[in-house]
């Protein structure tokens, strides 16, 4: 097992080959593995079939929204622009309801009945798990877009890819540092009681420990929970911050009960965008926010240095400067997890493209194209900036932000290196058989 402690020198000597390879990619070349050939000439006028996973309802509905709406728009970009080999690609959905059984019946659906090529596009962790086996068994290519640690952990199978989204863990083990240097050494953890969570619970303690801060006190909450107030009382009253990720319809309930209970006499906070994503900042109650850091996987407003890719990832899918659908100021997106459905599909395309794929009788071809993957340059396919792909983790690293509430709005006050966020890996998916 690779010594994972020795390859920040390895990332970096990736990111200066990302650097070379930069204008191949501009001129619209694809990044791959030696190997690869990039087929630009149709094999057949049937369209690719995609089938998306999506929380049309449940806890996750607000995340479903907004993925959907993603998906969508990178598919039409991906369509006009010639779609995959030629082919012009096709959404099939389905509603797992955030449901882990459903999600299973959901797997087994697009291989069995609408016999898709694929399945992609799942978050909530429980529903990932729940899915996994059945992805597994049928053999079909399942992409995730989860964050949580499941699929680096090595617990899932060869079937299951998380190529657009960091994980929970490489997240924590990155801002870990500015956190105990800039928010707090005596921390208390509040999180959702189910995998999600327990990434949090898990390696955000170690991480804040080797940079000299320490978790006092871990609280764990049901997700389906609609009240938060007789939690509270547990957080213990010698802090200096709370660090707090919860999600769900209830999560502007969570932040008002806890502005409720603290007033203005609380400690520092230091929140996952989690728990007030699809929440506008400027709802009744919130005011007590004003201050405090936020984790976020792209900014959710827009940047006075944004990417041109960023723009045009940004007017492509419909949000205003203040992350906000441009035709409802008040559908507030999940702009910190979404730009991951417009990654993977973008990742899809170009493993694709490399494995020449036909059909379902080359998903394994499909697997293999995506773990030969090793770099992906920030552009229109990858707005969110540039990435590092572990094949044998099946998983991606890439940059975080951190970012303040002044004024009812979020800027953007640190962005972590790729580096900064490795850890020791506990997996090797090559090695397992298909």
Not at 68 to 79: D, G, L, M
Not at 117 to 144: M, N, Q, R, W
Not at 396 to 421: C, M, P, W
Request: charged share 20%; glycine share 10%; net charge negative.
């Amino acid at each position: 097992m690779t010594d994972r402690k020795a390859l920040p020198a390895t990332g970096q000597a990736a990111l200066t080959r990302r650097t070379a390879l930069k204008g191949m990619a501009a001129a619209g070349g694809l990044i791959t593995a030696p190997g690869f050939v990039r087929y630009a000439q149709a094999q057949s006028s049937a369209p690719i079939r995609i089938g998306f996973q999506c929380h049309r309802t449940g806890i996750g509905a607000a995340y479903g929204r907004w993925y959907e709406r993603t998906t969508t728009a990178a598919v039409k970009r991906i369509n006009e622009a010639g779609g995959i080999n030629g082919r012009p690609v096709e959404i099939i959905t389905e509603d797992d309801g955030t449901d882990a059984g459903r999600g299973a019946e959901v797997v087994a659906k697009f291989a069995n009945q609408h016999k898709t090529d694929i399945v992609y596009g799942t978050l909530f962790s429980h529903v990932v798990t729940g899915s996994a086996p059945t992805a597994g068994e049928l053999k079909i290519p399942y992409y995730v877009v989860s964050e949580g640690y499941h699929v680096a952990s090595g617990q899932l199978n060869r079937w299951c890819l998380q190529p657009g989204i960091a994980d929970v863990r490489a997240q924590v083990t990155a801002m870990a540092p500015w956190i105990a240097a800039n928010a707090g050494k005596k921390v208390a953890m509040i999180y959702p009681d189910y995998a999600f969570g327990y990434d949090h619970r898990d390696y955000l303690p170690p991480a804040l420990e080797k940079a000299g801060a320490e978790v006092v006190a871990k609280i764990a909450i049901p997700p389906t929970e609609s009240s938060f107030t007789r939690y509270f009382p547990q957080i213990p009253s010698n802090i200096d911050l709370l660090y707090h990720v919860m999600v769900g319809p209830s999560v502007l309930t969570f932040v008002k009960e806890l502005g409720e209970f603290y007033g203005s006499s609380g400690p520092k906070q230091f929140g996952f965008i989690d728990s007030l994503e699809a929440v506008d900042f400027n709802n009744p109650g919130l005011d007590f926010l004003e201050g405090s850091h936020f984790w976020e996987g792209a900014p959710r407003y827009a940047q006075p240095n944004d990417s041109e890719a960023m723009k045009i990832y940004r007017a492509a899918v419909g949000i205003d400067d203040n992350g906000a659908s441009v035709d409802d100021p008040k559908d507030v997106s999940t702009a910190g997890h979404m730009f991951g459905c417009w990654e993977t599909l973008y990742v899809i395309k170009q493993a694709m493209e490399a494995c020449n794929y036909r059909g379902p009788e080359d998903r394994q071809k499909l697997v293999e194209a995506t773990e030969a993957i090793t770099t992906m340059a920030e552009g229109p396919e990858h707005p969110q900036g540039d990435k590092l792909f572990d094949g044998k983790l099946h998983q991606v690293f890439s940059h975080q932000y951190i970012s303040k509430l002044e004024n009812g709005r979020l800027d953007v006050v640190h962005k972590t290196a790729i580096e900064d966020s490795l850890y020791e890996p506990e997996a090797d998916y090559t090695k397992q058989s298909f």
